[in-house]
């Protein structure tokens, strides 16, 4: 047994490739491919964020509430708007826009119901017994695995077709179309998509309604004295119950957004498992921007994003996981707050 590790050791290692010409040659092609990637890292980070600047509780379950959001935007193009899996779709801009705009407002329907759900039913109980944050933390594993099952085996007995154990049929609404091309005719051209364009532009508009709601708006001082002084802020007139969810509606809504961002990247990626890798990534990118603070897993998610791309090209495109956690522990051994964080006990939105 132990000489068949050694082996499968070595020959792990002897897959790993230094290939940092094709980084140089491809860097600006990786960093925007990486913006994208990150971009819905960051949407899904600051779900665990907000929470977490709240509650002081790390929400496992909200990779499913991901989950969900996309199951949610595959549901609203086939039942509702009636798209064919697999038939290719284009008639025109504008229609394209309005059919994503509506699949959007779906998935963040159905995952902020989804993530408001999960704290009326899994941790309210808890707090009301003032249950220790063992116990939460172990609910939101156990949460995460009832989801995932839930979507595995009874999805299919509700609707046919959907869930399982195989991916759902992908429905592509948009078809990816070069745009234009940056230093086209040189080592640095890097192709701009407009899938690419979508996701981006979308990430950060929905970034900065959030950013401006939590930090210039009633609702978000609500949020923000809630995750200072609980107690100060119950005797201020702010209502805890009321703010705690909220704060999981906002990051569901977000997970949503970032749903569909995704299954316009990876239209074959929609299954009950899908949000498992995903949420570890957007958990540590909320870690390693600074957990409890906004913008921090905003940064850490693009940050994540852009590095694991580059990653993939320097040692191997079966090493892209092992580059982004990785990232995280060199980090955090430097600065164990992350990159905007305060340390975890004083952490605030």
């Known amino acids: 047994m132990i000489h068949q590790c050694v082996e499968q050791s070595a020959c792990l290692a002897a897959n790993i490739s230094f290939n940092l010409d094709g980084l140089q040659d491809r860097f600006l092609q990786l960093t925007v491919d990486g913006l994208s990637w990150g971009a819905i890292y960051a949407l899904v980070a600051v779900g665990y964020t907000l929470v977490f600047g709240v509650l002081r509780l790390i929400n496992f379950a909200h990779s499913e509430i991901f989950m969900l959001g996309m199951f949610g935007t595959y549901f609203c193009l086939d039942v509702i708007l009636g798209f064919t899996p697999g038939t290719p779709y284009d008639k025109g801009v504008m229609l394209t826009v309005f059919y994503l705009g509506v699949a959007m407002v779906f998935a963040m329907l159905v995952s902020g119901t989804a993530a408001a759900g999960l704290e009326f039913i899994a941790y309210r109980p808890l707090r009301k017994r003032n249950a220790r944050a063992l116990t939460f933390l172990i609910t939101a594993i156990g949460m995460s695995f009832v989801l995932q099952e839930f979507v595995h085996f009874v999805l299919p007995k509700i609707l046919k077709g959907y869930g399982g154990s195989n991916a759902q049929q992908p429905i592509k609404l948009v078809r990816p179309t070069i745009q234009f091309t940056l230093f086209e005719g040189t080592k640095f051209e890097a192709v701009i998509t407009n ?155």
Do not use: C, H
Request: charged fraction near 10%; proline fraction near 2%; glycine fraction near 14%.
């Open 195 to 349: 899938v690419t364009l979508v996701i981006i532009g979308a990430a950060l508009v929905v970034a900065l309604l959030t950013d401006i709601a939590i930090n210039r708006t009633k609702f978000g001082r609500g949020i923000r004295a809630v995750a200072q002084d609980p107690t100060t802020a119950t005797l201020m007139g702010v209502s805890r119950e009321r703010i705690i969810m909220s704060t999981f509606l906002l990051g569901g809504l977000l997970a949503g957004v970032a749903a569909l961002l995704f299954t316009l990247k990876v239209p074959q990626g929609i299954i009950y498992s899908g949000g498992f890798l995903l949420g570890i990534k957007a958990f540590s990118a909320a870690v390693l921007g600074g957990i409890g603070n906004l913008r921090g897993a905003l940064l850490g998610g693009l940050l994540l994003g852009i590095m694991e791309n580059y990653g993939q090209v320097v040692f191997g495109t079966q090493w892209r996981d092992v580059v982004a956690f990785v990232l995280l522990v060199l980090v955090l051994l430097f600065r164990p707050t992350g990159i905007l964080g305060e340390s975890l006990g004083k952490a605030r939105v």
